[in-house]
């Protein structure tokens, strides 16, 4: 007897009950603001530490470390993984909250803000300049 191939009724019933129980959750996507338009520079310096300019000059600086290779799934852009990092960084506050601050889950946030900081630091040469004193001091 070949049993896989035949279904009661029973079994019928208890695949639809298991599928409707296990449906997916529809995708949303939240709306980012442009942060940059959104807020004066006074308002734009309190809330991210860094003048407008700064903010730019950061971006064009690591634009090519931190962009998404593809724009499927509505992909972060490099503006607002900078903000995403900057703002973390300046208020010190949850990955929960500054990702509903940009507009995105927890766990993307996270992974944001791990890039961009890393390319952040590897520009540590071009813009951390030190003396040989400031060296030792710093060593000892």
């Given at each position: 007897?070949?049993?896989?191939?035949?279904?009661?009724?029973d079994?019928?019933?208890?695949?639809?009950?298991?599928?409707?129980?296990?449906?997916?959750?529809?995708?949303?996507y939240r709306e980012?603001?442009?942060?940059?338009?959104?807020?004066?520079?006074?308002?734009?310096?309190f809330r991210f530490r860094l003048s407008k300019q700064v903010v730019r000059i950061i971006i064009d600086e690591i634009r090519d470390y931190i962009s998404s290779k593809t724009d499927r799934n509505?992909?972060?852009?490099?503006?607002?993984?900078?903000?995403?990092?900057?703002?973390?960084?300046?208020?010190?506050?949850?990955?929960?909250?500054?990702?509903?601050?940009?507009?995105?889950?927890?766990s993307t946030a996270s992974r944001v803000v791990h890039k961009v900081t890393r390319a952040i630091a590897h520009l540590?040469?071009?813009?951390?300049k030190l003396s040989e004193e400031d060296l030792i001091s710093i060593r000892q």
């Open positions: 007897m070949d049993f896989l191939g035949e279904l009661t009724d079994e019928d019933f208890f695949e639809l009950v298991n599928n409707v129980q296990n449906q997916r959750l529809i995708q949303t980012r603001p442009n942060h940059f338009t959104k807020w004066n520079d006074r308002d734009f310096k509505h992909a972060l852009s490099p503006e607002d993984m900078v903000f995403l990092t900057l703002r973390f960084l300046a208020t010190g506050c949850f990955l929960q909250v500054t990702g509903d601050f940009c507009g995105v889950d927890k540590k040469r071009s813009f951390i």
